[in-house]
C-alpha cells in the first residue's frame, strides 16, 4: 500500500467522512483544534519564555513546568486529535501539499527539541532550577521551541490558503 493509498484510505473513514461532509463537523473540529492549540502552545510559549531568562525569572523553572504541564499536555491531546482527524478528512490533499509537509517535519523537530531538552539539559536542573537566565543549552531548547511552534501555526495557515 503506498501512502497515497494509506491516505485514500483514511479518507474513507467515519471520522473523515463527518468532518469533511457534515454540516458542523469542519468548523466544529477546526474551531476546538484552534482552542488546542491555543491552549497548549500558549502555556509553552510561556515555559519556552521562562527558559529563555525573559518572564518570571524568580520562580523556579521546575515549579513554571508544574504549574503549566497539565494546561500543555491537554491542549496538546485535543490540538494532535482534533489534527488528526483534520487530516483524515483531507489526507491526501495535505499529503502533497508543501506545507502540510512542512507542518509536519517542525512537529517533528519540536518532539526531537523537547526530547532532547527533558533527557539531557534537564539532568543538570539542580544546579540552575532557581537561576534567573538558565544556561545556554536551556535557553536554546526555549527559543528553538518558540520557532518551531511558530513554524507550525504558520504551515497550518498557509495550509488552508492553498489546499482549498
Same mark, same amino acid.
Not at 525569572?57 to 499536555?73: K, T
Given at each position: ?15 473523515a ?30 515555559f519556552?519564555l ?7 525569572? @524568580?520562580? $523556579? ?6 504549574q %503549566?504541564?497539565?494546561? *500543555? #499536555?491537554?491542549?496538546? &491531546? ?18 502533497g501539499?508543501?506545507?502540510?509537509r ?5 512537529i ?16 543538570g ?7 534567573? @537566565?538558565? $544556561? ?6 526555549? %527559543?528553538?521551541?518558540? *520557532? #518551531?511552534?511558530?513554524? &507550525? ?12
Amino acid at each position: 500500500m503506498s501512502a497515497l493509498d494509506a491516505c485514500a484510505w483514511l479518507e474513507a473513514t467515519w471520522i473523515a467522512v463527518l468532518v469533511r461532509e457534515s454540516l458542523w463537523g469542519f468548523p466544529l473540529v477546526v474551531a476546538i483544534h484552534i482552542l488546542g492549540l491555543t491552549v497548549s502552545i500558549g502555556t509553552l510559549v510561556w515555559f519556552d519564555l521562562r527558559l529563555l531568562g525573559v518572564v518570571m525569572d @524568580r520562580i $523556579p523553572v521546575s515549579r513554571v513546568y508544574r504549574q %503549566l504541564a497539565p494546561w *500543555l #499536555l491537554t491542549g496538546f &491531546v485535543v490540538m494532535f486529535a482534533s489534527g488528526v482527524a483534520l487530516f483524515m478528512a483531507f489526507a491526501t490533499d495535505a499529503y502533497g501539499n508543501l506545507y502540510f509537509r512542512i507542518k509536519a517535519a517542525a512537529i517533528l523537530l519540536a518532539a526531537v527539541n523537547a526530547l532532547a531538552y527533558h533527557f539531557t539539559t534537564e539532568r543538570g536542573i539542580g544546579r540552575w532550577d532557581a537561576a534567573p @537566565r538558565p $544556561p545556554a543549552g536551556a535557553r536554546l531548547a526555549g %527559543l528553538v521551541s518558540i *520557532l #518551531l511552534w511558530v513554524t &507550525v501555526i504558520l504551515s497550518g495557515r498557509m495550509m488552508s490558503y492553498t489546499m482549498f
